[in-house]
């Protein structure tokens, strides 16, 4: 069992020019973490090679373990050559995620932002099958490397355990599992207690958040609030601090026998080293008291 960190967590720093990524490998160190998840947000490694090189050097001499990659994709494309395209890109990714020394990776699979016609059931059935092509196509050429491509419950469209569920069935390759966040099950008003427990068979590995949560009819005015599928009104808090019941949620994972790396993210308002700190020192305290 690892816990480390999202270089999403230090994102406002990154983009205000205070951190870079070898800075956040250093800060991971210096703050008890074990390991670091890349998001190329903020910087990009795809084009950078020497960048690339110098993230795995770096890591490996500050004892950071690099646990998994994330990407934006989309598989929904309106034409062959677009998807063929999209193809490419995000081989070029996998790439990437074997150069920097990397067994696993989590991708999307369609558009992130996608407006409320295309959040439902018959969004992801009318194009299952281009999502499956997409996803079997990325997972056979990442078996070439040894890497773990991964859904995770992410983008509204495909963000229900019953949905993950619904493609990793489908794409039925044995090493295409999900990236699980425990989190991110409330976005479409999914419990995560719930969420949880249906997708933990299936998660090669864990992302841990807490969200403040009010319900439709009680605007809780200005901030980094965000609506949820049906409405409802949710902004990131400090890991601990928020309205996930967080003790019962990682007994679950605890209990389950889940033993592989549990990944902090923090999208809080509060300034985000002191927010990231925080929430990991409470990851730690609060997984010794499961």
Not at 35 to 58: N, W
Not at 244 to 253: N, P, T, Y
Request: proline share 3%; charged share 25%; net charge negative.
């Amino acid at each position: 069992m690892r816990f480390g960190v999202s270089t999403y967590s230090l994102l406002n720093a990154i983009k205000a020019g205070e951190m870079t990524v070898l800075d956040v490998i250093d800060w991971i160190a210096e703050n008890g973490g074990e390991h670091m998840e890349i998001v190329p947000y903020g910087f990009t490694l795809e084009d950078q090679p020497e960048l690339a090189d110098a993230v795995r050097e770096h890591a490996a001499k500050a004892g950071i373990g690099l646990s998994n990659y994330s990407m934006p994709a989309n598989f929904v494309q309106d034409s062959e050559e677009a998807f063929e395209a999209e193809m490419e890109r995000v081989k070029r990714h996998v790439d990437t995620v074997h150069r920097l020394g990397m067994k696993h990776m989590r991708h999307d699979v369609t558009a992130f932002t996608l407006p409320p016609e295309k959040r439902g059931i018959d969004y992801l059935e009318d194009n299952l099958a281009q999502i499956v092509e997409g996803c079997r196509r990325i997972a056979d050429y990442a078996a070439a490397f040894g890497i773990t491509t991964t859904i995770e419950n992410h983008g509204m469209s495909v963000q229900a355990s019953d949905r993950v569920q619904r493609v990793l069935r489908a794409v039925d390759r044995p090493n295409f599992k999900t990236t699980l966040d425990i989190g991110n099950f409330l976005c479409v008003d999914e419990q995560p207690l719930v969420g949880v427990k249906r997708n933990l068979p299936y998660a090669s590995l864990i992302h841990v958040k807490d969200f403040y949560i009010r319900p439709f009819d009680q605007n809780p005015g200005g901030g980094e609030w965000f609506l949820t599928s049906h409405g409802n009104y949710l902004r990131g808090s400090i890991f601990g601090q928020g309205d996930i019941d967080v003790r019962r949620v990682l007994k679950l994972i605890k209990d389950s026998g889940y033993d592989g790396d549990i990944t902090l993210e923090f999208e809080g308002m509060e300034e985000c080293r002191e927010g990231t700190r925080l929430g990991l020192e409470n990851l730690k305290r609060l997984w010794n008291e499961a």
